[in-house]
Antibody, heavy 117, light 110 residues
Framework: EVQLVESGGGLVQPGGSLRLSCAAS????????MHWVRQAPGQGLVWVAY????????TYADFVKGRFTISRDNAKNTVYLQMKSLSGDDTAVYYC??????????WGHGTVVTVSS | QSALTQPPSASGSPGQSVTISCTGA?????????VSWYQQHPGKAPKLMIY???KRPSGVPDRFSGSKSGNTASLTVSGLQAEDEADYYC???????????FGTGTKVTV
């Protein structure tokens, strides 16, 4: 079964850091671009970051540039999102998403990040 | 990059059709064929319903169809069923540093 499983979410204080992981199974991760998308409570979907097949190119939404870093380890079938300088605005469900034909065809179940003191 | 504009809500009776619009700009929806639609039930992850404006992934009923004219894309759900009640989001590739943009979301009530 093709699936993505996120982990690493939790409660973190403002200004803190967190690293999310996304384990891929059922397909060859190397063949796909990958993304992180987030959804704040009661709000819509927002694209956060992208990484190409081998990690050579990354792109970020303006509101996370300089604070978040997306990376991948194809040998471990895992994608990461390192987040720092977190604020309440970063509170959201974070989804790991597979790219296919410039659409998001496989979504993980999401991991909840709560930034609060 | 501003979010694409969708109506907050849409509704229809079982068996009827509903169409959701998604308005962007010439730099996103108007310039690329990479418009996609997602269905999200409460507490669940989104599901891809339409990609490249009109294409349906395997397993998506043909009651779902997409189209585009200028800077506006549309999703039509024909023969509404109870399980179609969900939030729907459009998305477009932008080709800029802000790679993708989502719509504001539409809650469909059956």
């Amino acid at each position: 079964e093709v699936q993505l499983v996120e982990s690493g979410g939790g409660l973190v204080q403002p200004g803190g850091s967190l690293r999310l992981s996304c384990a891929a199974s059922g397909f060859t991760l190397t063949y796909h671009w990958m993304h992180w998308v987030r959804q704040a409570p009661g709000q819509g979907l927002v694209w956060v970051a992208y990484i190409d097949n081998d990690g050579g190119r990354t792109t970020y939404a303006d509101f996370v540039k300089g604070r978040f870093t997306i990376s991948r380890d194809n040998a471990k079938n895992t994608v990461y999102l390192q987040m720092k300088s977190l604020s309440g605005d970063d509170t959201a469900v974070y989804y790991c998403v597979r790219d296919a034909q410039l659409s998001f065809d496989i979504w993980g179940h999401g991991t909840v990040v709560t930034v609060s003191s | 990059q501003s979010a694409l504009t969708q109506p907050p809500s849409a509704s229809g009776s079982p068996g009827q059709s509903v169409t959701i619009s998604c308005t962007g700009a010439s730099s996103d929806v108007g310039d690329y064929k990479y418009v996609s639609w997602y269905q999200q039930h409460p507490g669940k992850a989104p599901k891809l319903m339409i990609y490249e404006v009109t294409k349906r992934p395997s397993g998506v009923p043909d009651r779902f169809s997409g189209s585009k004219s200028g800077n506006t894309a549309s999703l039509t759900v024909s023969g509404l069923q109870a399980e179609d009640e969900a939030d729907y989001y459009c998305s477009s590739y932008t080709g800029s540093n802000n790679f993708y943009v989502f719509g504001t979301g539409t809650k469909v009530t059956v």
